[in-house]
C-alpha cells in the first residue's frame, strides 16, 4: 500500500518516493496548451504548491518522471521551458527591506542556477533582465 505524501510539496518526492498522487495531469497539460494568465484560489493546505511544483517539473523536460501519469501518453513533447519559481513562504516580510532582500535573494539565486550573470540590486530591475535573459537563453516564452 503506497504512503500518504503527507507535508510534501515536491512532485518529483511523492513520485520517486512512490506516495499516493492523485493524478491532476489532464488539467495541468490543458492549462500548459491553452496560455492565458490564471488566479489559482484554494484555501491552505489545498496542494497550491504540489500544483506549481508540477507544472515546474513538467516545464522541465523530464517525460519519464510522468509515466503512468494522464500527460504521459497526451502528446505533450515536454520541451524544456525556463520557469522562475518564487516561494513567498520563504521570504521574510516583517519589514519592507528585509521582503526586498529576499525578492533579491530569489532572482540571484535563479539567475545562478541558470547561469546567467546579472548586476543591480533592484529586485524589480532585476526580475525583468532575468526574464530577458531566459528568453535568449531558451527562445521560449
Known amino acids: 500500500m503506497k504512503k500518504l505524501p503527507l507535508g510534501i510539496q515536491s512532485f518529483r518526492e511523492i513520485i520517486e518516493g512512490g506516495y499516493v498522487y492523485v493524478d491532476k495531469t489532464n488539467y495541468i497539460h490543458s492549462l500548459l496548451e491553452n496560455p492565458k494568465y490564471y488566479f489559482l484560489s484554494r484555501h491552505r493546505r489545498f496542494g497550491k504548491s504540489l500544483l506549481l511544483d508540477t507544472i515546474t517539473e513538467a516545464f522541465s523536460g523530464d517525460k519519464e518522471l510522468f509515466k503512468g501519469l494522464w500527460i504521459y501518453t497526451s502528446g505533450y513533447s515536454f520541451p524544456k521551458h525556463p520557469a ?58
Open 84 to 141: 522562475i519559481r518564487i516561494d513567498m513562504s520563504r521570504a521574510s516580510s516583517d519589514i519592507p527591506e528585509n521582503l526586498e532582500e529576499s525578492l533579491l535573494a530569489f532572482v540571484l539565486r535563479c539567475s545562478r542556477d541558470e547561469g546567467i550573470t546579472l548586476s543591480g540590486t533592484i529586485p524589480s530591475l532585476l526580475f525583468v533582465n532575468l526574464i530577458e535573459e531566459l528568453h535568449k537563453k531558451y527562445s521560449q516564452k
